[in-house]
């Protein structure tokens, strides 16, 4: 490596041909794009920041940091306060992740390592790559028209009945609601869980599956310990997009969450979240404190991306060093 | 389904309408390529569609509400007057005011006029003119099996009642009470209403504010509020589908809805008592009913009447009083006199209600105050049609 940068940096004494100088004058006319674009990033993302806090000021000093606990959502009093949105996104995209997490990493694992099926690859990959195709409109507008009444009559019933002693499957389901919003979400972060993690554990070296396998490990011993260990980084990196993808996911879930101010228990209540208050008031918000709010919502989704983020990047070091350590 | 022969529907209209614009646009062009640009316009002699006005490209946005209207309405005009290209975007109220002011449109529009401190904004309350261009009327859509269209009476006591949460059941004692002779199942009254800001929920919770003190002092009037009950949905469509989906539903809908997608509707109680089912004419004569009507004082909804229509509302137009291109002005007045007068035949095809008389006057004596250098656009010898 040092020896292939002294080459480059360094030309032959005398006289540079005049290839060689191309060749060094292109490679710093790359490198100052390489900077320039990353630049780009940080400013892009600098401009934003500004932009999205500039037109929230007027609420932010109307509010403060009582914002984030205020459960009053009110246009006609100009109070207003996000903990009823973010909770929804919270709980939300919890259940989205609760539901594509063990389905997603299962198909993957199935893509990746049954070599029993083998013909089924290429039509499940292809399947699974338009999954991610499909805009999020489209999926809103079936779960809107099939899957709502679906929930209703049939899914939700069943729960009630089966676990209906718990909080979490109370009260009279209207098919509209947290749980059916989290299943959508599921439904839209699946393809993006599926594919990445296929691809990560594809990529686990051979060698490391050949050794276990020589050691007398059967196939589940061998994924368990050694494949999906080596993928965590990989499958965290999945799971934090889908994340991502659930959290400001707006419009599917818009038209199936039920648009209600309010925090209940029950997965089968009524709720809303960050970008579904922003998508369906922003039209008609007039006045500053109105419209700055919507902005401080928008402030508070991509700090709840953020912090949502970072805990999960905490809790999967946390838990991989306490595998390791057990190792 | 029906929603989805509703959405075609105005996929036609809306391709038909860019051809009509690419034509008109042509027609602009060659007709600009001749000299032929008239400018001024000719004076008026036998009511106002006998102004001819000069080419020009207006643009406007603001409410959805009234939008199919203004789409129909621009359509016949444009077939009379291709030398006007006029570019409407129904981008929400909120969205219309501020792009009147920030003068990046010729004309917003918007189901709430412009208050003291949005005129201010705009640059002083005498700055704009806003005219009243077509009258909307909301229907109380709901699914009840065995209760058919029209059978269910509602009045402003269980309206509210249901609205606030307290009226909980279909069996409820108040329901039963004014509906003798239907039977009202036991069944729990899922309420829905708008999710996004709207002319709409303005209108209706204006009217719940109107008979009802404990609404009033609970809840308010507006295009968005805190909802003691019910779920949400996005725009009239939503609203409809999700009645039309859910036993036991209840919600407003603009009538236009209800009667493309043969919903029942409740017959209402209006304020002289009598239980009507909401039409255009139940409109037009509950606005008839208030003749000092103007941008600060607009309420029509609980109009007495015999047969008024109890939640019923204008939407209004707004522009510039002092205009700084003569040409662009002088279409645009010619354009929304046309609008206020011929205009209206168009507004009973899509379940809008034809402006009274009284009203039509305003606007042409608000327009008239349009000038441009001074000099008024729309000239003084046009009068409303009597």
Known sequence: MSRGAAERVVPTPLVASSHQRRLVSGDRIFGVFA???????????????????????????????????????DAVRNEFGALVPIYGTLVTSAIALLIAFPIGL??????????????????????????????????????????????????????????????????????????????????????????????????????????SLALGATNAETIWSVVLPYARIGITGAVLLSLGRALGETIAVTMVIGNTMQISASLFASGYTLPSVIANEFTEATGNVYLGSLFYLGVVLVLVTIVVNVLARLLIWRFSGAVRAAA | MELISLIRKEENIASMKRVL????????????????????????????????????????????????????????????????????????????????????????????????????AAGGADAVVQIASTLGTESLAYNLSGVSNGRLKLTPKTIAGIFLGTIKNWNDPLLA??????????????????????????????????VSADWKTKVGTGKSVAWPTGQGAQGNAAVATRITQTPGAIGYVELAYVLQTNMAQASLQNHDGNFVIPSPEGATAAASQFLAINPTQFSIVDAPGKTSAPISGYSWLMLYKDQTDKT??????????????????????????????????????????????????LPSSVTAPS
């Not at chain 1, 600098?46 to 009053?72: E, H, Q």
């Not at chain 1, 296929?198 to 051979?206: H, Y």
């Not at chain 2, 009470?177 to 309420?191: E, F, R």
């Open chain 1, 35 to 73: 900077y320039a674009a990353a630049l780009l990033i940080l400013v892009i993302a600098a401009v934003f920041i500004v932009a999205l806090v500039i037109p929230a000021l007027p609420a932010i000093t109307k509010f403060g940091l009582g914002f984030f606990v205020s459960r009053t959502w």
């Open chain 2, 21 to 120: 614009i690419a034509l008109c646009v042509g027609a602009a062009v060659l007709l600009a390529a001749c000299g032929g640009n008239t400018g001024a316009t000719n004076p008026s002699t036998g009511g106002p569609s006998a102004l001819t006005p000069p080419a020009a490209s207006l643009t406007g946005a603001g409410a959805t509400f009234p939008a199919p209207f203004y789409d129909a309405a621009r359509f016949a005009y444009n077939q009379k007057f291709s030398q006007v290209t006029i570019n409407y975007q129904a981008v929400g109220s909120g969205a219309g005011i501020q792009q009147l002011t920030k003068k990046l449109v010729d004309f917003g529009a918007s189901d709430v006029p412009m208050n003291a401190k949005e005129l201010t």
């Open chain 2, 177 to 210: 009470a004014d509906n003798s002779g239907v039977t009202l199942p036991n069944q729990a009254i899922t309420v829905l209403h708008r999710s996004d800001g709207s002319g709409t929920t303005y209108i209706f919770t204006d009217y719940l504010s109107t």
């Open chain 1, 106 to 211: 299962g198909a993957a694992l199935f893509l990746a390592e049954d070599a029993r099926l083998r013909w089924l690859r290429g039509p499940l990959s292809f399947l699974i790559e338009l999954l991610a195709g499909i805009p999020s409109v489209v999926v809103g507008l079936w779960a809107f028209f099939i899957l709502t009444p679906l929930m209703r009559d049939k899914v939700d019933p069943f729960l009630q009945h089966s676990f209906g002693f718990l909080p979490l499957f109370k009260g009279t389901p209207t098919g509209y609601g947290f749980l059916t919003a989290g299943l959508v979400l599921a439904i839209m972060v699946l393809p993006i869980m599926i594919a990445l993690s296929r691809d990560v554990i594809r990529a686990v070296p051979r060698d490391l599956r050949e050794a």
């Open chain 2, 328 to 377: 662009k002005g002088t279409a645009l007045v010619d354009y929304l006199d046309w609008l206020v007068t011929d205009g209206q035949q168009y507004a009973a095809n899509v379940h809008y209600a034809k402006l009274p008389s009284n009203i039509v006057k305003d606007d042409i004596n608000s327009l008239k105050t349009v000038a441009s250098g001074g000099s008024p656009l």
